[in-house]
């Protein structure tokens, strides 16, 4: 069993960065699928980006060019780098293995 455990949240200004860390209580290295999904004000929850073993990633149309998702497998930790920061980006941001197992999530907020 594995537990993740999300990181780097917080306040931020339209236009500015944050990066988002999970950090996994074992070895990622036999996960092929981890992934950040956000779950907005609206209470809908979206796909942010997915990334396989093998460093294949895929992002929401909303997201690309903007954010980054990485796995350091050495680290057993997910990033998600978000750039250019949008009021409409505001959620809570959970991270995933194999799309069943979630952390608790953290809090982005963005300021217009």
């Known amino acids: 069993q594995v537990q993740l455990v999300e990181s780097g949240g917080g306040l931020v200004q339209a236009g500015g960065s944050l990066r988002l860390a999970c950090a996994a209580s074992?070895?990622?290295?036999?996960?092929?699928?981890m992934g950040w999904y956000r779950r907005t004000p609206g209470n809908q929850r979206a796909l942010v980006a997915t990334?396989?073993?093998?460093?294949?990633?895929n992002y929401a149309d909303s997201v690309k060019g903007r954010f980054t998702i990485s796995r350091d497998n050495a680290k057993n930790t997910l990033y998600l780098q978000m750039n250019s920061l949008k009021p409409e980006d505001t959620a809570v941001y959970y991270c995933?293995?194999?799309?069943?197992?979630w952390g608790q999530g953290t809090q982005v907020t963005v300021s217009s």
């Open positions: 995933t293995a194999y799309s069943t197992i």
């Open positions: 074992r070895s990622i290295f036999g996960i092929n699928l």
């Open positions: 990334i396989t073993g093998d460093g294949r990633t």
